[in-house]
């Protein structure tokens, strides 16, 4: 059983703000710790129930945040930036399932540090159906017939993984009281319930189907602002739709929709006066 995980930052238990997860604040030492922490409760339990291959991909920011030194000696990191799949990089069909942790709501949602991708996202789409991060990785899991098992986060982040994946497993560290506090389990109570949500996804896997992202998806992003929907559109074939701070971009496949999403964020973050 070869699994894959997928760790963010900001739906880890105790983080209600940026102070945990920007390399610049004074709670981002402390932050590290608990995200590797976090991260070896799952492989931990999930070697312990058969597991024989465990790659963690490292997904927030400039993602070289989760301390190797004190990670489970058996997993196996991608590290570092840039990545041509980002959040995903190195999943493949030869993956039994995947795990997101420490995710976090989407754009424009409730939930601790919601947003998606950039904070100038106001939404994405895939066709005509909403996405975050969440689904957007899940897409790219299911085109290689991978499934989520497991996603972990707050109480929001539950609620949108269980809408998106029929019978995923979800474990819920803390609860939002709005996008900059939240009720949190402590570090050793959040390894206790992952460990136990480990062990039931796994168990649970045979009824997760993987979720298979359209043909010929078209990519659709609404920006904060007519700036950064400029700058997304010089992405060779995407373009603004008339009237509105959305950019369109029509993809062969899920794979080039989503470096076509990473492309067009990355130039929306060069707008200047926001």
């Known amino acids: 059983m070869k699994l894959y995980l997928s760790v963010d930052m900001e739906g880890i238990t105790g983080f209600?703000?940026?102070?945990?997860?920007?390399?610049?604040k004074r709670h981002y030492r402390r932050g590290q710790s608990?995200?590797?922490?976090?991260?070896?409760?799952?492989?931990?339990?999930?070697?312990e129930q058969g597991g024989k291959e465990i790659i963690v991909n490292d997904s927030h920011s400039k993602m070289n945040n989760l301390l190797i030194e004190e990670l489970h000696t058996e997993a196996k990191l991608i590290t570092g930036d840039v990545k041509p799949f980002s959040m995903v990089q190195g999943l493949n069909d030869s993956f039994t399932g995947a795990f997101f942790l420490g995710y976090h709501a989407q754009a424009s949602q409730r939930g601790v540090m919601s947003h998606t991708m950039i904070f100038g996202v106001r939404t994405?789409?895939?066709?005509?159906?909403?996405?975050?991060?969440?689904?957007?990785?899940?897409?790219?899991?299911?085109?290689?017939?991978v499934p989520v098992l497991m996603v972990s986060g707050d109480d929001e982040t539950a609620k949108e993984a269980e809408a998106l994946i029929p019978n995923v497993t979800t474990a819920i560290v803390k609860e939002q009281q709005s996008r900059s506090s939240a009720?949190?389990?402590?570090?050793?109570k959040a390894g206790e319930l992952l460990r136990e949500k480990t062990k039931i996804a796994l168990h649970n896997q045979q009824n997760v189907k993987p979720l298979i992202p359209p043909d010929h998806p078209?990519?659709?992003?609404?920006?904060?602002?007519?700036?950064?929907?400029?700058w997304a559109a010089l992405m060779p074939g995407a373009t603004i739709e008339e009237g509105t701070t959305t950019v369109r971009f029509e993809a062969n496949d899920i794979l080039e929709a989503y470096r076509a999403m990473l492309v067009m964020t990355e130039l929306a973050m060069r707008t200047a006066f926001c």
Not at 16 to 24: C, I, P, T
Not at 34 to 47: D, K, P, Q
Not at 183 to 188: A, G, S, Y
């Open 124 to 145: 994405m789409y895939i066709n005509d159906h909403e996405i975050g991060e969440m689904g957007f990785n899940a897409y790219v899991a299911g085109y290689y017939g």
């Open 183 to 188: 009720l949190c389990l402590t570090p050793q």
């Open 16 to 24: 209600a703000d940026d102070q945990f997860v920007d390399s610049s």
């Open 218 to 230: 078209v990519l659709r992003i609404e920006f904060a602002n007519y700036g950064q929907a400029e």
């Open 34 to 47: 608990l995200m590797t922490a976090e991260a070896n409760h799952v492989i931990g339990e999930a070697f």
